[in-house]
């Protein structure tokens, strides 16, 4: 008997889910399809089924399992299968099938067949097994829901509780980093939450989607955290760090503020001693004695009912609704006298020496007798200096000049400004002119450690007789680039860059020197000087382009082709690896090839298997240019067809009657004039791409 079984199969657990907490049994049902000579049977047929550990030979496992008599209609039988609760232990398992058809009446009849091969079983039997190590330990399942009503521990990666009291724990086994579990939802609108329950007292914490915020409930949403960092008691959109709905009360420890400072009350008194004799009536603090009164010291000072030591003493008006008033200020640390009126008037300052401050609103003007510097403060911090020669001066906040003017620049003869960073440090110069005023003007800028040499400098009149120039110079001071519109008058623009030491490497040249009606040059040198690479956009008297080097090394490609153009009929289609010939009917024109040991084959068409031309020629706008280059000589993958022979490395190519493919040369005195090159790879079958050494013969 010749009997195929149909390679799918389908296995379902026995028992039904309505029944609550029914114990799964270990039997399943097993359906398939018997093909004789790939005809359904029809009629009762004898199974012998077996279960084995491994695809072929292997240990059987359990008993075999006969099945008589079983109906087969149009080649579907059912059968229910059982080899015990210990055979499936997570392990592969595999079923053999024996067959006698048609069935026999009296227990004999003709032999089994062993249908092959072993058929896999799926993962559906190993459910049971799962369920089976679970039996006795407490878990029920009613419809999708599974359930445990152990009084004991359920762990998750752990088998003991951390207390007596958990009940259920989740171990990670990573010893750094995060390690737990995610209550998820699919999407952003979800609110996963984690919650408590003490005899109905109900909280939880959870994440709303909708507003990206975690949240504490209890009674109501009493804690957000949002996802910027901003915290909220009672406040559902925080706009800072922390901000509560009520009351802060600090029972220990006040409150700590940005400068470090920490307040325990809302008002502290002063040191030692008592302040019996002063009087807090509304707003106003008074002493009620007719004692002296001193600040910074303990004795008056001539008499005086108010002394102040160590530091300035003023008198300020402040009007019923704060506006401030006059004011009488006298330093303590030296004889001066200040007369300030209201906020933005005129004030006035004198001291012991001769300096005279006259201030309108917040800016300062101040005469310098001795010096004679006139200076410009703004809040008290010196904004601009002018000196007697005419220099200004402006300043930092930490009283550096940052920029310097001068009218007269005595080393240069023109107009001179400095800019300088904040510690004093110069970093950029402009002056008006050059060589005592015999040269334009440049720009010089300057590192933090080289003051003296500029390493950028846009002169105006380089080197007195060119035009402009832009030097740029290394961290050293030397020569690193040169970019001029002319070293002489009316020559051409040139860039040069040189290296470390002065040495010249690279100049390009907008016209060629010394040779009216050039084009461009671009040339490179070696380490010695020598010139080794030129550029050259227009050579000679011919106009033509050219590159003049010793050797000229191609890395992008492998073959030098030519450009041509490829006749299209649409038949076939024209890309890289294609084999071409010359079009009798277009002169200087290509077409696919497509007969065998065609001498009029011409190359490949390159760019197959990612190995691109390495040189392509051609000449524009003549018959020499077309879309598709086509390799000459060099290395290129080739389409191939080895119905005509197999092909290995060596074997010479020509044309084949395949369109556009190649073959291996089997008659040589027909592949004279027709050959393409040798295979460097090789192709048992069909069609294919090798790669090809083209040496057209």
Not at 80 to 104: E, M, T
């Amino acid at each position: 008997m010749n009997t195929n079984k149909l390679l799918t199969m389908l296995l379902v657990l026995m028992g039904t889910c309505s029944a609550v907490a029914q114990t799964v049994g270990t039997s399943f049902t097993y359906q398939g399809q018997l093909l004789q000579s790939t005809n359904p049977i029809d009629g009762d047929a004898d199974f012998i089924f077996r279960l084995f550990d491994a695809s072929t030979g292997g240990t059987q496992i359990g008993s075999d399992v006969p099945r008589f008599a079983v109906p087969v209609d149009r080649g579907v039988f059912t059968v229910d299968l059982d080899f015990g609760s210990n055979a499936f232990d997570g392990d592969a398992r595999y079923l053999q099938i024996s067959v006698r058809s048609p069935a026999s009446t009296a227990g004999g009849g003709e032999p089994y067949d062993t249908l092959l091969p072993r058929q896999e079983l799926t993962p559906v039997p190993y459910a049971m097994h799962a369920l089976n190590v679970a039996e006795g330990g407490g878990w029920e399942l009613s419809g999708s829901s599974l359930s445990n009503t152990n009084g004991g521990f359920v762990g998750i990666n752990g088998s003991s509780p951390l207390t007596p009291a958990e009940v259920f724990g989740v171990r990670s086994d990573a010893s750094t980093g995060y390690g737990g579990m995610y209550m998820s939802m699919p999407t952003q609108q979800g609110q996963p939450f984690y919650g408590f329950d003490a005899g109905g007292l109900r909280a939880w914490t959870y994440l709303d989607g909708n507003t990206a915020s975690w949240r504490l409930f209890n009674g109501g949403d009493r804690l957000y955290v949002l996802n910027n960092g901003n915290v909220g008691i009672g406040r559902a959109t925080p706009t800072s760090r922390l901000e509560v709905a009520g009351a802060i009360h600090s029972t220990t420890g006040g409150f700590k503020f940005p400068d470090g400072t920490v307040q325990t009350s809302a008002a502290t008194g002063g040191g030692g001693g008592s302040d019996a004799d002063w009087v807090v009536d509304g707003t106003k603090v008074y002493n009620d004695t007719a004692d002296d009164v001193m600040i910074g010291t303990n004795a008056p000072a001539n008499g005086a009912k108010l002394t102040v030591a160590g530091g300035d003493f003023g008198l300020t008006t402040i009007d019923v609704n704060g506006n401030l008033g006059g004011t009488l200020k006298l330093r303590g640390s030296q004889t001066s006298f200040q007369v300030f009126t209201a906020v933005d008037e005129t004030r006035m300052s004198a001291s012991s020496g001769s300096d005279v401050s006259l201030l309108s609103g917040r800016n300062l003007f101040v005469k310098a007798g001795t010096e004679g510097f006139q200076q410009f403060y703004t809040d008290g911090v010196r904004r601009m200096r002018i000196d007697v020669g005419g220099t200004t001066d402006f300043f930092h906040s930490n009283n550096n000049a940052t920029v310097s003017i001068d009218g007269e620049d005595p080393s240069n003869g023109g107009g001179l400004i400095e800019l300088r960073k904040g510690n004093g440090t110069k970093s950029i110069e402009i002056l008006g002119a050059n060589a005592n005023g015999a040269q334009a003007g440049s720009i010089n800028m300057y590192t933090d450690t080289n003051s003296t040499t500029p390493t950028v400098t846009l002169d105006g009149e380089y080197g007195g007789t060119a035009g402009g120039a832009l030097v740029l110079r290394n961290s050293s001071g030397q020569m690193g680039i040169e970019l001029v519109s002319d070293l002489t008058p009316n020559e051409q623009p040139e860039i040069r860059m040189f290296k470390p030491n002065g040495q010249r490497t690279i100049e390009i040249e907008a016209e060629e020197a010394g040779s009216a009606d050039q084009g461009s040059t671009i040339k490179l040198f070696d380490d010695s000087g020598n010139l080794t690479i030129e550029l050259d956009a227009d050579y000679g008297a011919s106009n033509e382009g050219r590159i003049i080097t010793e050797v000229i090394e191609i890395t992008g490609g492998s073959d030098l082709s030519e450009q041509f153009d490829v006749f299209d009929d649409g038949s076939h289609a024209i890309e890289p690896g294609s084999v071409v010939s010359i079009d009798p009917a277009s002169p200087g024109d290509l077409r696919l090839s497509d007969r065998a040991y065609d001498r009029r084959v011409a190359g490949i068409i390159s760019g197959a298997g990612g190995v691109k031309p390495g040189m392509l020629m051609g000449q524009r706008g003549s018959e020499a240019d077309g879309q598709h280059p086509v390799a000459l000589t060099g290395r290129v993958y080739c389409k191939v067809d080895a119905t005509q022979g197999a092909i290995e490395p060596g074997d010479l190519l020509t044309t084949s009657p395949t369109p556009g493919h190649a073959m291996k040369v089997a008659d040589h005195g027909r592949a004279a004039g027709a050959i393409l090159g040798k295979a460097m790879t090789g192709l048992d079958s069909g069609t294919g791409m090798v790669l090809v050494l083209v040496s057209l013969q």
